[in-house]
């Protein structure tokens, strides 16, 4: 989508009315300027934007986002207290700190024994919230299974199948650990998910910090992950860089939406297809190429086809396992 | 137990809607400055048909029509203001999205007040949201989307501005970059969210 100079000149403006500063030649051409009406048309989406956006405060995206600024700030406002000491890298003893709590925890397991183990399950295209005893939520998505086992000094549970996203209830004394194939996530108060994928799974932290790390001892200390981060890890326990949190997808499928930003159709699909017992499927691979946008209402299934349809010239044909998408006439790859 | 409220006349167009909301009795009185009702009338008269453009965009036409008046009367009584355009034309269109905002709470507690048959609660809920707000939920999504799509600097400054209240010139000090820079980054953001907004509607 290409700007237009109006838009542009008008979002100049609205900028400038708000740096404090406005001298008398400003207020001349400004007011020639704002006579236009097309030009008024354009500030009022720029003063429209700017007032719905308020709105938003609470919201649980800008929550996070606004935790990475305010983060910003304090730490520039730290740094500014004792320049020598530089405040953006996690100190070493905090990761030892981390993981020796860790390990005091295990320790602790082990020696109290096991407690009663409790199992939550969601079939496909179902979603469940689970409100556990420690006061935390935990939020299950299509087709997942977790094990909750809630000890007076570790809270461990396992993720089996699926994904979930993990509201935390502050308690420093009892970690709380969730345990996928062979890494294992550690926070105290905070919010994240966890997405079993193909080889592996994705850590995402909304609110808060977490430690990833492999559950095995001999293992890589494990990294920290705060909010508005993200890691991978594969089935044997090794994760990667850090990356951003998939913000916008978790708080969609939340909210019961499939968001799609430009995906790959294939990527959308094999999304989409978590939720659905008759998959969708594509009669020539090479139109999973096609890039896909939109917001859908899980198990909205017509919708969903309707904007492949108009969108993407692709026509549906229904059968009783499953939906398979064609080009239309004269949109064949 | 008497109340020490009004109740608010309604216009006669809005006679099937007494809304029975009460409020503290009359305002403050508009005060006796000449020179600010001349500003105040001056700069209404150059933004009305833009504020009630802008105002069709959230609440329906006819409420538009009342809320530009309204609008204009809080400005009267408002006393003082800065006297640049842009920036006083800002506190004129906050003003009126205050008020709209509301009206639609209002008119939220008046219609869940009422009986209403199912088959309209339908589309009350669909037009209200759940959270008495202006923004619709798309148009929530939009938004949050644009936001979260901004370069990370140019959201930061975005968000710092909006919701920390940070002047240009803190923004600058805190990202270590000039205040002109910071500007330019609020209006590439502004820019964003407004075409995002082109969408919602």
Same mark, same amino acid.
């Given at each position: 989508? +290409? ?35 097309? =030009?008024?048309?354009? @500030? ?11 709105? /938003? ?14 983060? /910003? ?82 809270? =461990? ?15 420093? $004394? ?80 939340? $909210?019961?939406?499939?968001?799609? +930003? ?9 999304? @989409?297809?978590? @939720? ?29 086809? $309707? ?5 993407? =010239? ?20 | ?28 009185? !508009? ?23 802008? *105002?069709?965009? *959230? ?81 929530? *999504? #939009? *938004?949050?989307?644009? !936001? ?17 209240? #940070?002047?240009?010139?803190? !923004? ?17 953001? !502004?820019?964003? #969210? ?8």
């Amino acid at each position: 989508m +290409n700007a237009r100079p109006d838009d542009i000149r008008a979002a100049d403006w609205f900028a400038a009315a708000r740096s404090g500063d406005s001298g008398e030649g400003d207020e001349q051409s400004w007011l020639k300027w704002i006579a236009d009406t097309d =030009h008024q048309r354009a @500030y009022e989406s720029c003063e429209l934007a700017w007032e719905l956006s308020a709105e /938003l405060r609470s919201s649980p995206t800008l929550t996070v986002l606004l935790a990475g600024a305010d983060a /910003l700030v304090s730490q520039q406002r730290a740094a500014k207290r004792s320049p020598a000491r530089p405040q953006w890298r996690l100190p070493v003893w905090q990761v030892g700190l981390a993981a020796s709590v860790i390990a005091v925890g295990i320790v602790a397991w082990q020696f109290f024994g096991r407690p009663a183990t409790t199992e939550y399950t969601t079939g496909v295209g179902e979603q469940r919230t689970v409100a556990l005893a420690d006061g935390s939520t935990v939020f299950l998505n299509t087709d997942s299974v977790i094990r909750v086992a809630l000890g007076s000094h570790l809270r =461990h549970i396992e993720l089996a199948r699926g994904e979930a996203l993990f509201s935390v209830s502050h308690d420093p $004394s009892r970690p709380f650990e969730v345990h996928a194939l062979k890494g294992v996530t550690t926070a105290v108060g905070t919010q994240f998910d966890i997405e079993l994928i193909q080889g592996g799974a994705a850590v995402s932290v909304l609110e808060g910090t977490v430690t990833v790390g492999a559950s095995s001892a001999t293992a890589l200390p494990a990294v920290a992950v705060s909010a508005g981060s993200g890691v991978g890890y594969t089935q044997e326990g090794a994760v990667s860089e850090l990356r951003p949190a998939e913000v916008n997808r978790i708080q969609g499928w939340r $909210s019961q939406r499939i968001v799609f +930003n430009d995906l790959p159709l294939e990527t959308a699909l094999a999304e @989409y297809n978590r @939720y659905t017992h008759t998959p969708i499927v594509l009669s020539n691979p090479a139109l999973g190429s096609r890039h896909i946008n939109g917001v859908f209402h899980i198990g909205d299934e017509a919708a969903f086809l $309707s904007a492949l349809d108009q969108g993407l =010239h692709l026509k549906a044909t229904r059968g009783s396992t499953q939906t398979v998408l064609e080009p239309q006439a004269g949109f064949e790859p | 137990m008497k109340h020490e409220t009004t109740q608010v006349s309604a216009s006669p167009a809005d006679a099937s809607y007494p809304l029975d909301v009460s409020v503290p009795v009359a305002a403050e009185p !508009i005060p006796d400055d000449p020179s600010h009702r001349a500003y105040v009338t001056t700069l209404f008269n150059r933004h009305r048909v833009s504020l009630q453009r802008y *105002l069709m965009r *959230l609440v329906p036409a006819d409420d538009a029509a009342e809320l530009v008046q309204e609008s204009y009367y809080r400005l009267l009584r408002h006393g003082e203001m800065v006297r640049v355009d842009a920036m006083a034309r800002s506190f004129l269109f906050q003003t009126a999205t205050n008020l709209a905002r509301d009206h639609h709470r209002r008119r939220a507690t008046h219609r869940a007040a009422q009986h209403v048959p199912i088959e309209n609660e339908e589309i009350v809920e669909d037009h209200l949201g759940p959270d008495e707000q202006l923004a619709g939920e798309q148009t929530r *999504l #939009l *938004l949050e989307r644009a !936001i979260a799509d901004l370069p990370h600097d140019t959201r930061t400054v975005f968000l710092l501005h909006r919701f920390r209240d #940070l002047t240009y010139p803190q !923004i600058a000090e805190v990202m270590s970059l000039s205040a002109r820079t910071v500007a330019r980054k609020m209006a590439e953001a !502004i820019e964003h #969210l407004s075409a995002a907004m082109s969408e919602a509607t």
